[in-house]
């Protein structure tokens, strides 16, 4: 909750794209300021084709005068955190820590404190079936480089 809302207020996950992209979403979420989830960075290749750079200034420039927590949806199209492969994993593990970069610049660049950044918890469940089967615990990898 914020400090001027008495109930628990709707965030979003959504891309800078569909905020201006869709109308009306802009004032729906400066009317509560509504935390936002920055879903910009998740799909492959993103981190790769320049929008990670890029995203700190576009994140001041579209969203001046938001007064809610922003936060950035980690990297998951095509990456799984349990790959049994250590150097998939290790690609896996560079791109939450240049995810985690990307978003501290969005705090330098917008003057917020923080920031979260979500995972999803990809992972491959005939995998982990596998491996209860076989009488062994399942253990997620570690994923801060």
Request: hydrophobic share 40%; charged share 25%; no cysteine.
């Amino acid at each position: 909750m914020n400090g001027r809302n008495a109930l628990p207020v709707l965030g979003l996950a959504v891309t800078l794209d569909d905020i201006a992209g869709t109308p009306g979403l802009r004032g729906f979420i400066a009317e509560r300021d509504r935390d936002i989830e920055l879903r910009d960075l998740a799909a492959a290749g993103a981190m790769q084709d320049g929008r990670a750079g890029a995203l700190p200034a576009r994140v001041k420039r579209d969203l001046a005068g938001h007064g809610g927590r922003i936060g950035l949806h980690a990297p998951y199209e095509g990456l799984t955190i349990d790959n049994p492969d250590s150097d998939i994993r290790a690609i896996v593990q560079r791109r939450f820590g240049e995810a985690l970069e990307v978003l501290a610049r969005i705090g330098e660049a917008t003057g917020a404190d923080g920031g979260h950044m979500v995972l999803h918890l990809l992972h491959d469940m005939e995998l982990v079936s596998a491996r209860h089967r076989m009488g062994r615990q399942h253990r997620y990898p570690r994923t801060q480089p």
